[in-house]
């Protein structure tokens, strides 16, 4: 649906963010409940620089007019089960 390719992607395309956000829980969410150290490892590795990327470009949608509109827009489009 979002079509996002690459790290650019992953830290200029606003309409991720929801998708973003919803990776990192679920990734730290793995890093406290996995049973082998390596597992909690690279869940918390990869949640903690996807949440780093999202950052900045979560500031900035939230700084626009109808930022928290469309965050919870793309957010809710993002998780329709198909």
Do not use: C, H
Not at 15 to 33: P, R
């Amino acid at each position: 649906m979002l079509q996002i390719r690459g790290l650019s992607g992953v830290v200029t395309n606003t309409n991720a963010i929801g998708a973003d956000w919803n990776f990192v829980a679920q990734q730290f969410n793995i890093s406290m409940t996995a049973p082998d150290p390596w597992s909690r490892f690279t869940a918390g590795t990869s949640g903690l620089f996807i949440g780093i990327f999202s950052a900045p470009k979560t500031i900035y949608e939230l700084g626009q007019p109808n930022g928290v509109f469309n965050i919870a827009l793309w957010n809710a489009a993002t998780n329709q089960v198909k």
